[in-house]
């Protein structure tokens, strides 16, 4: 069975550009979990979504930030026009049932360098 | 204060040592407590889940929750070098997403 997937892997780009981070979640389950990872920060809760509906987005950190989920297969974070201090490794999760007490199945990440 | 403080390390053992890690939280509503791992440049993996306070152990793996205390432990028996990672406290209340911890890194040399 896959597991979460995220693409780009790796994605290094120039301030100013947008940048479109993808997650794919594991078939069935019903929530979605956009986080960033930073050594200073940890890992940051940005916008979770429930049945491809936004739950709770009070981490985004400004309107540069936004986050879809057109459908329950996929999901989209964009950041708009980017700047050096979102470098970070973005990580997607997803879940079945609560949202507060099933294991959460993260993907490898993205890797964002903003130059 | 954040809500959940834990102590980034690193923290270096010999292989075969028993490693404690720990977490401290202030939101007394929490229910639910996780261990996630993670190694290098991957996502974080669910480890250990408990519900409420007391202890469960898995393989060499045991996890601690403490409410009247507010702390929760990790403990590692015989530990490995493949035990060399980060390992995040996570926990919620309930009706609401999981809060992470910092995490501490982990050596285990052979």
């Known amino acids: 069975d896959a597991g979460v997937i995220q693409s780009p892997r790796h994605e290094v780009t120039e301030m100013g550009q947008e940048v479109t981070l993808r997650c794919k979640p594991i078939?069935?389950?019903?929530?979605l979990f956009w986080y960033r990872q930073t050594m200073m920060r940890g890992l940051e809760l940005l916008i979770y979504?429930?049945?491809?509906?936004?739950?709770?987005d009070s981490g985004m950190p400004e309107d540069r930030f936004s986050a879809k989920m057109p459908n329950a297969s996929f999901s989209t974070l964009k950041i708009q026009p980017s700047e050096p201090r979102d470098s970070a490794v973005y990580f997607c999760?997803?879940?079945?049932?609560?949202?507060?007490?099933?294991?959460?199945?993260f993907g490898d990440g993205t890797r964002l360098s903003i130059l | 204060q954040k809500e959940v403080e834990q102590d980034p390390g690193p923290l270096s053992v010999p292989e075969g040592a028993i490693v404690s890690l720990n977490c401290t939280y202030s939101n007394s509503a929490f229910q639910y407590f996780m261990w996630y791992r993670q190694y290098s440049r991957k996502g974080p993996e669910l480890l250990m889940y408990?519900?409420?306070?007391g202890n469960k152990e898995d393989g060499r793996f045991t996890a601690q929750v403490d409410k009247s205390s507010k702390y929760i432990s990790l403990f590692i028996r015989d530990s490995q070098p493949s035990d060399s990672a980060t390992y995040l406290c996570?926990?919620?209340?309930?009706?609401?997403?999981?809060?992470f911890g910092k995490g501490t890194t982990l050596s285990v040399s052979s």
């Open positions: 996570a926990m919620s209340q309930a009706g609401t997403a999981l809060i």
């Open positions: 408990t519900y409420s306070s």
């Open positions: 999760a997803s879940s079945g049932g609560q949202v507060n007490n099933q294991p959460q199945h």
């Open positions: 078939s069935g389950h019903d929530y």
């Open positions: 979504f429930n049945n491809n509906v936004p739950i709770d």
